[in-house]
Nanobody, 129 residues
């Protein structure tokens, strides 16, 4: 069964930027016709929805704490979803995951991790203050 694989994590100073990307790793998994999402989780806490994007990139969702700093985008031809993260703070330190959302939908207004599948192993983002 396919899953997503995430890239781009690392350690950055507060105020810095990182660009995450994710793409399917398994055969047969295509994300071009699905909403997609980025999520994050810290030890002992529930997984949090960070940003989501509709299947044709007409609608996006951001959790309040990242609005104006993070940008989600996608390249369906390349089967890749990106998360540009700017002005990072220590509060953004977490494991970041990418996952596949509902089929053929632009409605990402109320995303929940339970509605997403094919989770990757995550990529760790550490922001040093």
């Amino acid at each position: 069964q396919g899953q997503m694989v995430e890239f781009g994590g690392g350690t950055v100073q507060a105020g810095g930027s990182l660009r995450l990307s994710c793409t399917p790793s398994g055969s047969g998994l295509s994300i071009a016709d699905h909403a997609m999402g980025w999520f994050r989780q810290t030890p002992g806490n529930e997984r949090e929805t960070v940003a989501c994007i509709g299947w044709r990139a007409k609608q996006t969702y951001y959790t309040d704490s990242v609005k104006g700093r993070f940008t989600i985008s996608r390249d369906n031809a390349e089967e890749t979803v990106y998360l540009q993260m700017n002005n990072l703070s220590s509060a953004d330190t977490a494991m970041y995951y990418c996952a596949v959302g509902p089929y053929a939908t632009e409605d990402v207004s109320r995303p929940r991790p339970a509605h997403y599948a094919f989770w990757g192993q995550g990529t760790q983002v550490n922001v040093a203050s």
